[in-house]
């Protein structure tokens, strides 16, 4: 079963690809709750101007109820898992680890 907190396995290219199929908001509220890694991860691989804007969304949205958050995290988590299993990105630890260039 895949976590949210699970992201920090995905490659940085699956986290580009998986950004842009993730609207804005809703990856907002899904880092409200989120660590420190996972939302480094996030903004490592968006470019300097979005990281910005969305560091803003998320002060600018103060309080949201946690229920709103775990299903943010939950769609987010549901398209990681169907660009898996479609081959779209690659997750380490999951269907093994060789990976071969």
């Known amino acids: 079963m895949f976590v949210f907190e ?36 996030i903004f490592k691989n968006m470019s300097e101007r979005a990281g910005e804007m969305l560091k803003e969304e998320i002060e600018d949205m103060g309080p949201v109820r946690m229920k709103e958050v775990t299903d943010a995290q939950q769609n987010i988590t549901d398209i990681i898992q169907k660009m898996e299993t479609k081959g779209e990105l690659i997750s380490a630890g999951r269907r093994g680890d060789d990976i071969i260039a």
């Open 6 to 41: 699970d992201i920090l396995m995905v490659d940085d290219r699956g986290v580009q690809k998986l950004l842009r199929k993730v609207e804005t908001m809703e990856l907002a509220i899904a880092l409200k709750a989120a660590s420190e890694e996972v939302k480094e991860k």
